[in-house]
């Protein structure tokens, strides 16, 4: 039979490393990989597309990344592309003027090193906004930014108690300052006007397009469900996937209601038969451990540091009661339910990686492959319990630098042991444990090939004149591009994705080069010339 496509004329990336110069697609399926004996699979009526030397290799796989509340957050007030406090409040101020029809000012995004301590305050946002409330969570949703209006609305004052859950930001004389951490953004969060199916559906698909358009043809949404008044995406993914809209092959995360315990686990098992359909797989469930360090809430095994390096009280905060983690991952590890767990601090990391073995020695071995995304610091003696337990490190690679986040918000808190602890893509990868990568869209850009370059050189691209943040845990372009590639499939289960071989689904990448032949100083300067799901091409850029 002759192919439908075929991929001829460049290097392709396979498991071999980059040994074929062309590829058959027949159906949705690769049909033949090799050299020049496939070309003779074309036919009349088959697509050749020439390479022109540049890079074959499998569609790129977020996961852990949350697209809906990354698209709407586009069609909102979009402060990602601010960096200073006055850009942030200059492009506030024309949202608002822009649309004075809006009862409310959201969106987000904002970057916590623009203001003196990561905490803006509502003084800032009342001088731009006085007469309406505004809720903006940061960059990494762990944190929100009010106004004087919309803590008014909300009740919030002085006397206002700290939820279990999170923190009112206060001043020197105990007023609420304007940013709210963790569950505290709930507070104001549950008041601003939800987005209906309609609005979901198509952020979800503003986000599959610009997801595709960087060669992710697979993700897993670690967040499926009602958090801090996120938007549930669940529907909306349901939705798509029934109508065929939904190009993209997804697994979702359900939402662990960090409230409650295991009297939630039959509900979760009716939402996976309810919302799974074609393309779509509610099959994974979200176990957010703790939150970050810049807050000082991502759970530590020993105490933070203030800013005179003297020990705090503070060790960060467990959303999930640690005696009761190993008991609600057993069950959900018996009922064949994936374990996501958001585990950022030491503490975290070993809390997870505890319940983790505890469902090992109950259940025995099983397929479930639970995985733990961030990763910021994972103390020496864990690192080898990844591969002992078969536990996933689900890593974001863009966070491994130097940046104002970093070195003003983080480094000072933890100390330089825990500082060289952080992000060990390299002494993981050394230990045996697998890989997976993800970008947590819109805390950070989902541009892969921007995760990978970090990956490998430990300096993010605007950044080249940065120092190499711990250099000992850089890996290497093959490495970093597995991650993103076959360590995430396998992270979703899609076990036929994530390589080019025959038999494989025709999820591939055509890049615009060949990075491997250039410096890896230059990695991110690689775009994405098309995507294609299935042998369906999805995305193609002009030039291509």
């Given amino acids: 039979m002759h192919a439908d496509l075929l991929f001829t004329g460049g290097p392709v990336l396979t498991p071999e490393g980059r040994t074929a110069t062309a590829v058959a697609v027949t ?56 960096r200073t406090a006055d850009e942030t409040l200059a492009v506030v101020r024309a949202y608002a003027d822009a649309h004075p029809e809006r009862e409310w000012i959201t969106g987000g995004g904002w970057s916590m090193e623009a203001f003196e301590g990561g905490t803006p305050t509502k003084e800032l946002l009342d ?47 105990g007023e609420p300052s304007g940013s709210l951490q963790e569950g505290a953004m709930q507070l104001v969060g549950r008041l601003t006007p939800p987005a209906t199916q309609a609005d979901r559906v198509a952020a979800l698909l503003h986000a599959q397009r610009r997801l595709h358009a960087l060669g992710i043809t697979a993700w897993q949404d670690a967040l499926v469900g009602d958090f801090l008044g996120m938007d549930d995406p669940g529907q909306a993914y349901a939705a798509a996937a029934r109508d065929g809209s939904l ?7 359900l939402w662990w209601d960090r409230e409650r315990g295991a009297e939630q686990i039959p509900e979760l098992v009716e939402r996976r038969e309810a919302l799974s359909h074609g393309r779509f797989r509610a099959t994974s469930v979200k176990l957010m451990l703790d939150g970050v360090a810049e807050t000082g809430t991502a759970a530590l095994v020993d105490p933070y540091l203030d800013k005179c390096g003297c020990a705090t009280a503070n060790r960060g905060t467990s959303f999930i009661d640690p005696e009761q983690l190993p008991k609600y991952v057993t069950e959900l590890d018996a009922l064949g339910f994936q374990c996501h767990f958001h585990a950022l601090g030491d503490r975290a990391v070993r809390d997870a990686l505890d319940a983790i073995e505890a469902a090992r020695a109950a259940n025995g071995p099983s397929d479930t492959r639970p995985h733990l995304a961030h990763l910021q610091v994972v103390q020496p003696a864990d690192v080898p319990r990844f591969a002992r337990l078969g536990a996933i490190a689900n890593i974001q690679p863009l966070w491994a630098a130097h940046e104002p986040q970093m070195d003003e918000l983080t480094i000072p808190f933890l ?55 711990l250099p000992g845990e850089r890996i290497g372009l093959a490495d970093a591009l597995a991650a993103y590639t076959a360590g995430s499939a396998y992270a979703n289960h899609l076990d036929d994705t994530g390589e080019v071989r025959v038999g494989a689904l025709a999820d591939l990448v055509v890049l615009d080069r060949d990075p491997f032949d250039g410096p890896v100083e230059a990695i991110a300067q690689t775009r994405v010339a098309r995507t294609y799901v299935g042998g369906a091409r999805v995305y193609a850029a002009q030039e291509a």
């Fill in 415 to 469: 100390g330089p042991e825990r500082t060289a602890w952080q992000y060990p893509f390299g002494t993981l990868l050394r230990s045996g444990a697998r890989l997976a990568a993800g970008s947590d869209w819109p805390v950070s850009s989902p541009d892969p090939l921007h995760g990978v370059h970090v990956a490998v050189n430990r300096v993010v691209p605007e950044s080249a004149e940065a120092p190499v943040f």
């Fill in 27 to 82: 159906g949705d399926r690769i049909t033949a990989v090799g050299r020049q004996e496939v070309h003779d699979l074309a036919g009349p009526r088959t697509e050749v597309v020439d390479l022109a030397g540049r890079l074959l290799l499998p569609g790129f796989q977020d996961a852990h990344v949350h697209p809906v509340p990354a698209g709407l957050e586009l069609t909102q007030c979009d402060l990602t592309a601010t």
């Fill in 247 to 253: 190009t993209a092959r997804v697994v979702g995360a």
């Fill in 127 to 173: 001088a731009v906004v006085p007469d309406r409330p505004v809720y903006l969570p940061n960059r990494d949703h762990h944190g929100a930014w009010v106004n004087s209006r919309a803590l008014a609305l909300a009740g919030i004052t002085r006397d206002t108690p700290d939820p279990a859950d999170g923190r009112i930001d206060r001043d020197a004389s």
